[in-house]
């Protein structure tokens, strides 16, 4: 009972945690700017989703947002310069619990106001961040965490009786976000097992000709090749069944996370659904533990120690330029 209260009461993957932080700040910054000059299109009052049928599908499904304030384009424009504000400080980790909230309802608020834009990225994206609501995501790479280390750790910190439930707390939203992440992937996986297109090997080359999901100049090569569309379509089945059974050994693990980051990033690139892909590859860091983090941390700075000493001397090296010269 003991190691148990003891695993449950300390934070897990802070560096994982941090890192979706970070990730998904940088997406959702890219979103704000992306669709700058046409968000009164999307999203106002007279634009593709009217305010009418709006109120009526809110009511309907029982949602609050923002926008049901007021329908002014002035309160629209605020709603989206203090999105790209609260974005930017909840990137950086300036008081990230409370900017974390604020850019939920945000994020919250434009996504129910016009549903019929978005896609899957951006159903990722509510989810994790409200999870990351519950966690500690400015525990490192924060400037919350650069001026508690300033500051120095007190004797007695205040409200350090509530400590443990916020561990807890942070642990199981950490653990929503990794089952969300398997879920998804299991399911994506048998539904694909129960198409028939998927099946017979075509799944692949009919979504690639979809005109939204083209990359010109390089999707025809690759629809055009018979082999390549089957093993697309059969390995991307195989990979997202197998992925959650994979991360249960330590050296698999690795192999499943490189293989979704190839897979997502070839996904964004074949199809054009970057932003999906990039919140998919930012959930993905939160499976690495703080061990590993600190692992790769250390083979990078001692690959780094060793270019270094490779290099020769300045002065030999000015040397050497003069003798070419000469």
Not at 11 to 24: E, P
Not at 93 to 99: A, C, K, M, S, V
Not at 232 to 240: D, E, R
Request: net charge positive; aromatic share 16%.
């Amino acid at each position: 009972m003991k190691r148990c209260e003891k695993f449950l009461t300390t934070q897990h993957l802070l560096i994982g945690t941090s890192l979706l932080r970070i990730t998904m700040g940088l997406g959702m910054l890219y979103f704000f700017f992306y669709h700058f000059s046409e968000r009164h299109l999307l999203w106002g009052a007279s634009g593709l989703w009217p305010t009418t049928p709006f109120i009526e599908g809110a009511k309907t499904r029982g949602l609050v947002t923002l926008f049901q304030l007021t329908d002014s384009s002035w309160f629209l424009d605020m709603v989206y310069f203090s999105g790209i504000i609260v974005t930017i400080l909840f990137i950086i980790g300036y008081r990230t619990r409370l900017f974390s909230i604020l850019a939920f309802i945000i994020i919250w608020s434009i996504y129910f106001r016009n549903p019929y834009v978005t896609n899957g990225g951006e159903n990722i994206l509510r989810l994790e961040m409200f999870y990351l609501l519950f966690a500690n995501a400015g525990a490192y790479f924060s400037i919350d965490s650069w001026l508690k280390k300033r500051r120095g750790t007190p004797s007695a910190p205040k409200f350090a009786s509530l400590l443990p439930y916020q561990s807890v707390l942070h642990n199981f939203a950490v653990a929503a976000i990794i089952v969300q992440l398997l879920y998804m992937y299991f399911t994506a996986g048998i539904y694909k097992v129960m198409g028939p297109m998927w099946q017979n090997g075509t799944a692949v080359y009919y979504a690639m000709r979809v005109q939204d999901y083209v990359w010109p100049g390089v999707s025809e090569k690759v629809w055009s090749s018979e082999e390549f569309i089957l093993l697309l379509t059969y390995s991307s089945v195989l990979f997202q069944i197998a992925f959650p059974f994979l991360l249960l050994n330590r050296y698999t693990k690795y192999i499943a996370l490189l293989g979704a980051m190839l897979f997502h990033l070839g996904v964004g690139l074949l199809m054009n659904l970057m932003l999906f892909s990039w919140y998919m590859i930012s959930c993905e860091m939160i499976l690495l533990t703080d061990r590993d983090y600190r692992f790769i941390g250390n083979k990078l700075r001692k690959l780094r120690r060793k270019k270094e000493e490779k290099r020769p001397p300045n002065g030999h090296h000015e040397q050497v330029l003069l003798l070419s010269d000469k």
